[in-house]
């Protein structure tokens, strides 16, 4: 059975995960993906909209350099944008801005749940009067704050916050006032944070996280669904109340959502992958729908020889030029080649380029991750 008897017995005659490159050079849309609970809900009540009824968390892999906006910023960097942009202070509204800012900025790093909650209560408030403003009054601050950021550069935002330069802030703004006209995303960036990635980094993001990708290339995974809510940078269907009201509001730098990733123990590499630097590493969020391999094999000749895993993969190659091996049957892979694996099939990839070969692995097992990542059973 291709897929595992356990594999098929949960989720169905049906991979649990959907695998994708993405190549970003238009912002994609402010977006969360509901919980399960949520997904239910919607599905059924809007199923033109919402087409099933799985949760959707994501995993991103930077293939190159990557910038997007990343769950809610610390409370303190958002209360000094509502202090330093006058038309982000506009769209919020007087009262609410120095409402937020007042109830968090004494207590932003309390352990006491109590205090949490007023706090996320206070970035909500606050965050659902952004998205709720009138268009008339978005396209007016929208104006407003391009032409500060185009005159400010520097010195725009008050210079900006611990984690991002007034330059850096100023230039977003510009150039997704570009790709969106007086779009309310230009705004939400002063409540999320705005990360950059390099190739080989990775982020987790769970069910109810906001984001939107910016630019640059990724290995995106998913569970399998179809389901997005959105609210700005985008001309498809909108649904701002869900949105605002299914979010979590955990606060945060974006450190905390970056994942690392760990030695793969069920790879042998040959001799010449060893002393090429060659490398197969792991990256395993914390659910069971799917974990990624990325292998990197450094000389002509290298090998990457894999346990058979207990459910499906896909393998797909960014880079280079080789072979995959499964049993006696062997296939030539270059840049773009995507291949699909079945269930206790062992894999051998082999380099035939002068350069690096590149692959990425999405694959689910059943059962205890931390035990197959550290290579105990």
């Known amino acids: 059975m291709l897929l595992s008897p356990e594999i098929s017995q949960r989720y169905g005659a049906k991979l649990p995960f959907l695998f994708k490159v993405l190549s970003i050079r238009k912002a994609l849309s402010i977006q969360a993906h509901p919980d399960k609970k949520l997904a239910e809900q919607l599905h059924a009540r809007d199923p033109k909209n919402y087409p099933d009824d799985n949760h959707k968390p994501e995993m991103a892999i930077a293939i190159t350099a990557f910038e997007g906006l990343c769950g809610f910023r610390p409370l303190a960097e958002i209360a000094h944008f509502l202090k330093t942009v006058p038309s982000l ?11 937020f800012v007042t109830e968090t900025q004494r207590h ?27 268009q008339d009054d978005i396209d007016s601050a929208a104006k407003e704050l391009v032409e500060s950021a185009q005159r400010e550069k520097d010195d725009f935002a008050g210079g900006g916050g611990p984690t991002n330069t007034g330059a850096e802030l100023a230039d977003v703004v510009v150039r997704l006032n570009e790709q969106f006209p ?28 906001i984001h939107a990708y910016l630019s640059g290339d990724i290995i995106e995974c998913m569970a399998a669904s179809d389901n997005v809510v959105r609210a700005g940078f985008t001309p498809k269907f909108k649904d701002v109340q869900t949105l605002v009201s299914m979010l ?43 974990s990624v391999l990325k292998t990197e094999l450094h000389k002509k000749g290298a090998k990457a020889t894999f346990d058979a895993m207990a459910g499906p993969s896909i393998v797909l190659s960014t880079r280079g030029s080789g072979s995959i091996s499964v049993g006696p049957k062997s296939e030539d892979v270059d840049a773009g080649h995507v291949f699909f694996v079945g269930a206790t099939a062992e894999v051998v990839l082999e380099s035939t380029s002068d350069g690096p070969f590149v692959t990425f692995r999405a694959f689910c097992e059943l059962g205890d991750k931390q035990e197959k990542a550290t290579g105990q059973s």
Do not use: H
């Not at 606050?126 to 009138?134: D, N, V």
């Not at 905390?256 to 060659?278: C, I, N, R």
């Open 89 to 99: 202070r506009k769209l919020v509204g007087e009262s609410a801005s120095e409402s």
């Open 108 to 134: 932003e790093t309390s352990d006491q749940e109590d205090v949490a909650e007023k706090n996320k209560r206070a970035l909500r408030t606050a965050f659902a009067a952004l998205m709720t403003a009138k």
């Open 182 to 209: 007086n779009d309310i995303g230009l705004f939400v960036q002063f409540f999320l944070n705005y990360i950059k990635m390099q190739p080989g980094e990775a982020m987790f993001l769970k069910a109810d996280d």
């Open 248 to 290: 979590t509001y955990n606060y945060a730098p974006i450190e905390e959502q970056k994942m690392s990733p760990v030695d793969y123990p069920f790879a042998k590499l040959s001799a010449s992958a060893y002393t090429s630097g060659s490398s197969c590493i792991l990256y395993d969020p914390p659910i069971e729908e799917f």
